[in-house]
């Protein structure tokens, strides 16, 4: 008798709900990994950003040259002077223009009294700048507060 041999069922295919669990894993995985990596690259660059100063426009108001008689010995000199006040902000900006006559007398009166050699040097011209930021920031009235100038910028600084 010949026998046969059995009959073996072929391997059964892997249900279907498996394939659609490890698929729905690796899609869960993959989010999980995209989210994490924004959350923590994305605060990163946030901090960075805040970290970062603010740098705010400068605001110039340029003073008209003015030319003044020095006290000196011999022949008479001269200083030929153009500046830009740096101010706080608009605000001082717009009251520098109102006031601008007065200013400029203030400075001239500053000036006038000077002698060509106390002109000479770049410290000299350092502490003249400050002397004049000091003078311009004085109020101009009872009421009124200070200009808010912040700095003192040469563009023309001849002395004949």
């Known amino acids: 008798m010949a026998t046969t041999p059995p009959v073996t069922a ?7 709900s498996s394939k659609l669990l490890i698929i729905s894993l690796a ?7 995209g989210g994490a990596g924004y959350f923590f ?3 990163k660059a946030t901090a960075a950003e805040a970290a970062a100063p603010v740098v705010e426009k400068p605001i110039y108001v340029t003073m008209e040259p ?22 706080r902000n608009a605000q001082a900006s717009a009251q520098l223009l109102e006031y601008m006559p007065e ?14 050699d106390a002109l000479m040097g ?9 002397e004049i930021r000091t003078e311009l920031n004085r109020p101009l009235g009872d009421n009124l507060p200070a200009q808010g100038v912040v700095g003192i910028s040469f563009n023309t600084f001849v002395v004949q």
């Open 66 to 87: 003015l030319t003044v008689n020095l006290q000196g010995e011999g022949r008479p000199k001269f200083l030929h002077m153009g500046m830009a006040l740096k101010v």
């Open 10 to 16: 072929p391997a059964a295919p892997a249900p279907r």
């Open 41 to 43: 690259l994305g605060h």
């Open 103 to 116: 200013l400029r007398s203030r400075v001239l009166l500053l000036l006038s009294n000077r002698s060509p």
């Open 27 to 33: 899609v869960i995985a993959l989010l999980a990994a």
């Open 122 to 130: 770049t410290d000299d011209r350092v502490r003249l700048a400050e």
